[in-house]
């Protein structure tokens, strides 16, 4: 039988693979994948949550429609990222993070 | 039976995971984002989210794992197939292990009341989403759109401004 408690560890287990690849990878391209796996780690748990708390029928599609909200923006982020990396590509010939401390004190 | 498919699904998910983040080959990481994103719309179609399902492989396996696919070929990595981490990686995994500590013992020892599992109907989510939540839905095309707009912005190749600059640098 699943239980809520299923969906919540496999979130909590997937954000933190994410959290690890955001601060450990270096290719910017890499960090922009991890951060997708932190995001569809809150959609597994907003999905877990609109079908086991057995809300009253108009409160129950609302986890799923901030599912479908987050996928938007995720969807526009990712555009909007790659465009900046490949710009950052164009103008300092490489797309790792370590190598770009304009902004160094 | 159902638990069944679910720990598979899980495991799609959590090495596809695993994948990304450890592989050291960059195209590798790219399929192991789309195995993950499968295994996600396995757990959704778990959860009785049959639409939520279907737009997780139509958007993540479809639009994302190309368009970063892209991004890598645009980009060449250098040494793509050998790639190496930062040099904080040991102290990554350590806060990784325990986020995901916290995490786990936080949704261990509170347990919410649940009820059995229920889906969402695609008809009701899409009166929802078109009635209670319109404005919002309108709000986000504007927000692509927007996206839209300045990925072109900020990737054309632009005017002679740069051009004078490249050469001053040259």
């Not at chain 2, 396996?61 to 981490?85: C, H, K, P, Q, W």
């Amino acid at each position: 039988m699943i239980e809520l408690l299923h969906f919540q560890v496999l979130a909590s287990a997937l954000f933190c693979l994410g959290v690890y690849g955001v601060l450990a990878r270096k290719s910017a391209v890499l960090i922009l994948m991890s951060i997708e796996l932190m995001l569809n780690a809150v959609n597994i748990n907003l999905v877990g949550y609109a079908a086991f708390r057995g809300f009253e029928e108009h409160h129950r599609s609302l986890g799923h429609v901030l599912v479908v909200f987050v996928i938007t923006i995720a969807a526009a982020e990712l555009a909007l990222a790659i465009a900046i990396i490949l710009r950052l590509y164009r103008n300092r010939g490489s797309v790792n993070v370590d190598k770009i401390e304009l902004l160094k004190g | 039976m159902s638990l069944g498919f679910f720990y598979i699904a899980a495991a799609f998910v959590i090495f596809g995971g695993l994948g990304v983040v450890l592989t050291r080959n960059i195209i590798y990481a790219a399929f192991a984002l789309l195995i993950s994103m499968v295994g996600i719309a396995g757990i959704f179609l778990l959860a009785f989210a049959e639409f939520l399902a279907l737009v997780q492989l139509l958007i993540y396996g479809g639009a994302v794992v190309i368009v970063v696919l892209f991004a890598l070929m645009l980009t060449r990595i250098e040494d793509f197939r050998n790639l190496s981490d930062n040099k904080q990686w040991p102290l990554a995994g350590v806060i990784a292990l325990c986020l995901f500590a916290v995490l786990a013992a936080s949704a261990i020892f509170s347990p919410v009341p649940t009820f059995d599992r229920e889906g969402v109907g695609i008809s009701e989510l899409g009166e929802t989403l078109f009635t209670y939540w319109a404005v919002p839905f309108e709000v986000a095309s504007l927000v692509l759109l927007v996206a839209l707009i300045g990925a072109v912005v900020l990737v054309r190749r632009s005017d002679h401004n740069e051009e004078v600059q490249e050469e001053g640098q040259e």
